[in-house]
């Protein structure tokens, strides 16, 4: 069974810094684009983080560029995604998904989703 599961959410200050994790099962991430979206209440889904099937190549959403970064660790099959400077803004329910389209997939649609880590920024 094909799993993507998401971790490392909580609770941070203002400035503060989180890393989120991505692990699979059931298959192996390295030839998968891999994206990182979010979910505001009340607000339509976002993507905010991308990395590339073909060469790690990174992609980022205005609003998280400078701040978060992407990245893949064969080794250990996870995505990461290490967001610093956080703000109240950046809240929201956290969501990683995988393609098999080549590439960057600068999209919505993706064939695997996880279930979502909540991240709040508050003081």
């Known amino acids: 069974q094909l799993q993507l599961v998401e971790s490392g959410g909580g609770l941070a200050q203002p400035g503060g810094s989180l890393r989120l994790s991505c692990a699979a099962s059931g298959f192996s991430l390295d030839s998968y684009a891999i994206g990182w979206f979010r979910q505001a209440p009340g607000k339509e889904r976002e993507g905010v983080a991308y990395i590339s099937s073909a060469d790690d190549a990174t992609y980022y959403a205005d609003s998280v560029r400078g701040r978060f970064t992407i990245s893949r660790d064969k080794s250990k099959n996870t995505v990461f995604l290490q967001m610093n400077s956080l703000k109240p803004e950046d809240t929201a329910v956290y969501y990683c998904?995988?393609?098999?389209?080549?590439?960057?997939?600068?999209?919505?649609?993706?064939?695997?989703w996880g279930q979502g880590t909540q991240v709040t920024v508050s003081s």
């Open positions: 998904a995988a393609d098999q389209r080549y590439g960057l997939v600068i999209s919505g649609t993706y064939d695997y």
